[in-house]
């Protein structure tokens, strides 16, 4: 018999994120916290991602781990606010991630 737990998905973000940064470990993890605890099927499971670390792959990986909804970890794109926080990344990349997200998420 399953667990039931009432998860923050902050939690779970956190540890999918910043521990287990490989496609393969988050989708192992995910299994492994489903096989022990129930996950609603109808609630938004949201996550959000560096749009400088991130590419189709992950986004494939982050749906099969019921993500259903994407954040964009954007600060601005004023050059001496990326400096200041340490978060450069260009407008492109973030447009790249913006047209993936839905693709795969969908």
Not at 15 to 39: G, T
Not at 43 to 60: A, F, Q
């Amino acid at each position: 018999m399953k667990a039931w737990l009432d998860l923050d998905t902050n939690i779970i973000t956190n540890i999918l994120m910043y521990i287990f940064r490989y496609n393969a470990q988050i989708i192992c993890l995910s299994e492994k916290l489903q096989s022990v605890f129930n996950f609603s099927d109808d609630v938004e499971y949201s996550i959000e991602v560096d749009p400088r670390g991130i590419d189709e792959d992950t986004i494939k990986a982050l749906a099969r781990t019921r993500f259903n909804s994407i954040n964009l970890g954007v600060q601005g794109f004023n050059v001496d606010v990326q400096k200041a926080v340490n978060r450069i990344q260009s407008f492109e990349q973030t447009k790249e991630v913006m047209g993936l997200s839905p693709q795969v998420l969908s």
